[in-house]
C-alpha cells in the first residue's frame, strides 16, 4: 500500500502499479524531487533495504551474537544481508531496457557513492549531539517545587522512558524508508512517506511554532537575566526589545558552516552555569524576592516535600511535569542526526547513552538544588541564586549561550518556515536566489518582531515552556512517533507475497487494496500496534491536559504573581 495513499486520493496519482492484475499508469517521476507523489511506500521500502545491505553498514565483522527476541523489532540485522544482496544483483542487473525514465539515469552506484560522503558521523558523535540539543536542567529544581521528590522522580525516569521509546521507533522507520537514492532529511519525511503530504505540513508547521516558541522563551530568559544584572534600572520589556532587535541583526546569517564550534562551546558554558548555582545555592539563601515574583512564594522556613505539596494546585503539578517533556524535547532533529550517520544502525547506541546521561544530570541537578531552596526553586534556576556578583557571573555565561541557542534555533526556524511552508505551499523562491535572498532579508525581523511579541505577552518562562511542551514538544517525543509507526506498520505488514516493488519495470504490484489491506498489515504485529495506539492516545490526552493546565497557569501567574504583558517589571524580580 501506498505511504501516501492514506492522505491522497489514488485517483490523483500518476502511478505504475499493478492492482489484482490489472496494469496502471506510467509514473513519470521528477528528477531529484525529494516528495515525490509517484514514488509508492514499496518502492522507498525496497531501496532501503538496498542501503542497509551495503558494506559500509554491515555489524562488525567480529560481531558473533546470536539473534535474540528483540531481532524481531530490529529491522535489517545480520541475516537479512544475504536476501538484500540478490535485490542488489538484481538492481545490477538493469539493462537499460527502461526507455527514457529520469529515475534510471544514475546508476545506483552513484546515488551510494553521492549520498555516503555526506554521512560521516558515529554514534559517539550522535550522542554529543543529543546531549547538546536536549541537555538543560535550569528548569528541574522547579519541576520538584511543583511535585515533590517522589513524583518529580518517577515521572522524569517514566518520560525519559517513554522518550527513549519514541525515538526507537522513528529510528527503526527511518532504517526501512531511507535509501542512497532516497534520503531521508526531516521529520516531516518520515510523515510523509508513511501518511501524506498533509501529515508532513502539519509536522512542519508544529516544528516552525515551536521554534519560534523556543526563540520567545530566550528573549523572556535574557531579559530577566539582563533586568538583574542592571538591578531593575531598565524597563523590563525594553531589554526584551534590545535582545530581539540583536536577533533580528544576527539573525540576517544564512550560513551556520562556521558555527559549530560555538555549539560545541556551548554546552561547556552551560555545564560551567549549572556547577556554579549548585555551589552557590549551597553557601547562600535563595533569592526570596524572585522567589515571591516569579512563585508566590513569600520569605520563611524552607520546605521540601517526599509527595506533591499541599500548596500547588493540581494544574501547577502538570505544568512542573510538562517541564519533563520540555527537558526531553529534541526528537523533531532525530532523523536530521540519523541523516548524517555512516552507519544509521548506531543510532540507538547514542541515544540510550545520551538519554541516561541526561536523565541522571536531571535527577543530580534537581535533587541537589531543591534540596537547598526547596519552594524558593525558581525557572531557570541560575536566576534564583541571592549573591549579586554570582547572579550576574551566572546571568552572563547564561546570555552567552542564549546568544549562540537564538542564533541557532532563529536560523533553523526560519529556514523551516521558509523551506516547508512559504516555498512549498505558497510557492516563493527558493533562498539560492536573488529574490529568496532579499526575502530572507525581510522575514528574519518579522520573525524576531513576532517571537517577541509572543515573549512581552507571555513573560512567564515556566508556563510559557509548559505551553510549548504540551503544544509542540510533546507531540514530537510521545504522539507523532507511534502514531506514525501505525501507518508504517500497516503499510508494511501488509505486502504479500508476489507483492512489492519491481524493480525491472519499475512497478509496484499490490494484489489488493482498501481497508481490508489496511486491517491485514495491522493484524501481522497486533500486540505492538495495540501498545502504539494506547500510547499515542495517552499523548494525546497528556498533551491536551497540559494545554489546559499551562493556560491555567498562566491565568494564575497574570492574577497571583508579578508577571503581565509588556510590562516593565521583572518577573524575577531586580
Not at 538543560?136 to 519541576?143: I, R
Not at 521507533?169 to 518520515?190: A, C, E, H, K, T
Not at 491536551?544 to 497574570?558: D, E, F, H, K
Request: with cysteine; proline share 4%.
Amino acid at each position: 500500500m501506498a505511504g501516501n495513499e492514506s492522505l491522497q486520493a489514488d485517483d490523483n496519482r500518476d502511478r505504475k502499479t499493478t492492482t489484482n492484475g490489472v496494469e496502471g499508469g506510467v509514473r513519470r517521476r521528477s528528477a531529484g524531487r525529494l516528495h515525490d507523489p509517484n514514488v509508492t511506500f514499496e518502492e522507498y521500502y525496497y531501496y532501503s533495504q538496498l542501503s542497509r545491505a551495503h558494506p559500509s553498514e554491515a555489524p562488525d565483522a567480529s560481531s558473533t551474537a546470536a539473534p535474540n527476541r528483540l531481532s524481531k523489532y530490529v529491522p535489517f540485522r545480520k541475516g537479512t544481508v544475504a536476501v538484500e544482496n540478490s535485490a542488489i544483483r538484481d538492481e545490477k542487473d538493469l539493462d537499460g531496457s527502461l526507455g527514457d525514465e529520469t529515475w534510471h539515469e544514475v546508476s545506483q552506484e552513484e546515488y551510494v557513492q553521492a549520498s555516503r560522503a555526506l554521512r560521516t558521523a558515529t554514534w559517539g558523535a550522535v550522542f554529543y549531539l543529543i546531549t547538546t540539543d536536549i541537555l538543560g536542567p535550569y528548569s528541574t529544581a522547579w519541576a520538584f517545587s511543583q511535585m515533590g521528590y517522589g513524583p518529580a522522580a518517577v515521572l522524569y525516569f517514566i518520560f525519559a522512558c517513554f522518550a527513549a521509546y519514541g525515538g526507537f521507533l522513528l529510528w527503526r522507520m527511518f532504517l526501512q524508508l531511507d535509501s542512497d537514492r532516497y534520503p531521508l532529511r526531516s521529520f516531516g519525511d518520515i510523515a510523509y512517506r508513511v501518511a501524506g503530504k498533509v501529515a508532513r505540513h502539519t509536522m512542519n508547521v508544529f516544528q516552525s511554532v515551536q521554534l519560534l516558541f523556543n526563540v520567545g522563551i530566550i528573549i523572556i530568559q535574557n531579559g530577566q537575566g539582563l533586568s538583574q544584572i542592571s538591578k531593575g534600572s531598565v524597563c523590563f520589556i525594553v531589554l526584551c526589545f534590545v535582545w530581539a532587535i540583536a536577533g533580528a541583526i544576527i539573525g540576517q546569517i544564512r550560513t551556520l558552516q562556521r558555527l559549530g564550534w560555538l555549539a560545541h562551546f556551548a554546552i561547556w558554558i552551560n555545564v560551567l552555569t549549572l556547577i556554579i548555582t549548585t555551589a552557590v545555592v549551597f553557601h547562600s539563601d535563595p533569592n526570596y524576592d524572585a522567589a515571591l515574583a516569579n512563585n508566590n512564594a513569600p520569605k520563611g522556613a524552607k520546605v521540601t516535600t517526599a509527595g506533591p505539596p499541599a500548596g500547588v494546585a493540581f494544574e501547577g503539578q502538570v505544568v512542573g511535569l510538562m517541564q519533563a517533556v520540555y527537558s526531553y524535547g529534541g526528537a523533531m532533529l532525530f532523523v536530521e542526526f540519523m541523516a548524517e550517520m555512516k552507519r544509521p544502525y548506531d543510532f540507538w547506541k547514542g541515544m540510550v547513552a545520551a538519554q541516561t546521561f541526561i536523565f541522571a544530570c536531571y535527577m543530580i541537578f534537581g535533587f541537589l538544588i531543591y534540596s537547598q531552596q526547596g519552594q524558593f526553586a525558581i525557572n531557570p534556576n541560575y536566576q534564583g541564586v541571592s549573591p549579586y556578583a554570582w547572579q550576574t557571573a551566572v546571568n552572563s555565561l547564561a546570555l552567552v549561550t542564549a546568544l549562540i541557542a537564538a542564533l541557532l534555533y532563529g536560523n533553523i526556524g526560519i529556514k523551516v518556515l521558509y523551506s516547508n511552508v512559504l516555498m512549498d505551499m505558497l510557492g516563493f523562491p527558493s533562498l539560492a536566489q536573488n529574490s529568496g535572498k532579499l526575502l530572507w532579508v525581510a522575514i528574519v525581523p518579522i520573525y524576531w518582531a513576532i517571537a517577541f511579541v509572543v515573549a512581552a505577552a507571555i513573560p512567564s518562562v515556566s508556563n510559557l515552556s509548559g505551553l510549548i511542551a504540551a503544544a509542540c514538544i510533546l507531540q514530537f517525543s510521545y504522539t507523532f512517533p507511534p502514531f506514525l509507526m501505525l501507518f508504517h506498520n500497516a503499510q508494511r505488514d501488509a505486502i504479500q507475497e508476489g507483492e512489492g516493488f519491481e524493480v525491472s519495470t519499475g512497478r509496484t504490484i499490490r494484489h489488493d487494496r482498501g481497508m481490508a489491506r489496511w486491517m491485514r498489515g495491522l493484524r501481522k504485529n497486533a500486540a505492538l500496534n495495540a501498545f502504539n495506539l494506547f500510547f499515542f492516545l495517552g499523548s494525546l490526552a497528556t498533551a491536551v491536559l497540559g494545554i489546559y493546565s499551562a493556560v491555567v497557569g498562566l491565568i494564575n501567574a497574570y492574577a497571583e504573581t508579578a508577571v503581565s504583558g509588556f510590562s516593565c517589571t521583572n518577573p524575577v524580580g531586580a
